[in-house]
């Protein structure tokens, strides 16, 4: 009879997340299936738990998945863990369980923590609708189309970032979005936690700490989701521009981004109708 794959979710960081189920599966496994078995070792150790690791990275997993199918299909168990939270989601794992219901192997999860249900838990934003959509693009440009892409999206935004990234990806998502609402959520349930909701410009002025893992929860096109509005013409929004300006003794750049935030666009369409308000006058 064939073993099981158990996809077991572990700690993102606290190691009292863990579940009593989780700390079963992996004391009964014969062998557990690790992304980075340094850092599964600290749970194992902690747990005082003895079973034996194989690592199954993005660089090895097509080579290991067919030694460990065959270990599977002679009846042993085996527990699919990443370096934390619930295997697959942006980590390595896809193959093996494609693999394993493939061949007819039962495919059971274990759940327990994830970052990005635990980061939208914490947002307080009332949409009830999020999709998760891993890592942004590397580089600037590609980044900027990927955002644009998701400019108009209705639903909040989940993404999670890499710390050398995180100033650059904020200025991006800063001149598409507009100054929307943003939670930041860093070393989540890690010693040094912070958890911040706050405009993205906010977020940018107020020391960054580019350290640790970032998961993001952007608010979706809120304008859009009460109705679909258009924003004010050229001439109504120059209108607004110059009451901000001369009224409130605020800066060109500090008058868009707050009409970008007011009016939920992006803060690239505020200036595009600001010059086409010059370009053709009344």
């Not at 896809?94 to 249900?117: D, K, M, Q, Y």
């Not at 002025?205 to 989701?225: I, K, Q």
Request: aromatic content about 6%; charged content about 25%; hydrophobic content about 40%.
């Amino acid at each position: 009879m064939p073993g099981t794959l158990y996809v077991v979710a572990t700690p993102i960081g606290n190691l009292e997340d863990v579940t009593l189920r989780a700390l079963r599966i992996l004391r009964e496994v014969s062998v557990i299936a690790a992304e980075d078995t340094r850092r599964t070792a600290r749970i194992l150790q902690h747990y005082s738990i003895s079973t034996r690791q194989t690592s199954l990275h993005e660089h090895n997993e097509r080579a290991k998945t067919p030694v460990l199918i065959e270990r599977l299909v002679a009846g042993e168990s085996v527990a699919l863990v990443s370096d934390a939270g619930t295997p697959v989601v942006s980590d390595p794992g896809t193959v093996l369980v494609a693999a394993a219901h493939a061949a007819g192997i039962r495919v059971e999860p274990i759940p327990g923590p994830s970052a990005l249900v635990t980061a939208v838990s914490v947002s307080g934003f009332p949409e009830t609708e999020f999709s998760f959509l891993g890592f942004p693009p590397a580089r600037s440009e590609a980044r900027k189309r990927w955002f644009s892409g998701l400019a108009s999206e209705r639903r909040t935004l989940v993404f999670y970032e890499a710390p050398h990234r995180i100033r650059r990806c904020l200025e991006d998502m800063l001149e598409i979005f507009g100054d929307r609402q943003l939670l930041i959520g860093r070393e989540i349930t890690k010693a040094h936690e912070s958890l911040a909701v706050r405009p993205i410009s906010d977020h940018l002025s107020a020391g960054l700490d580019e350290r640790g893992e970032f998961t993001l929860v952007l608010r979706g096109d809120t304008d859009r989701l009460v109705a679909d509005k258009a924003p004010p013409d050229a001439h109504a929004m120059a209108a607004e521009f110059g009451e901000l300006t001369n009224n409130s003794a605020r800066g060109r750049r500090e008058a868009i981004k707050a009409l970008s935030a007011k009016h939920g666009i992006p803060a690239r369409q505020v200036f595009a109708l600001l010059e086409d308000a010059k370009n053709y006058p009344e």
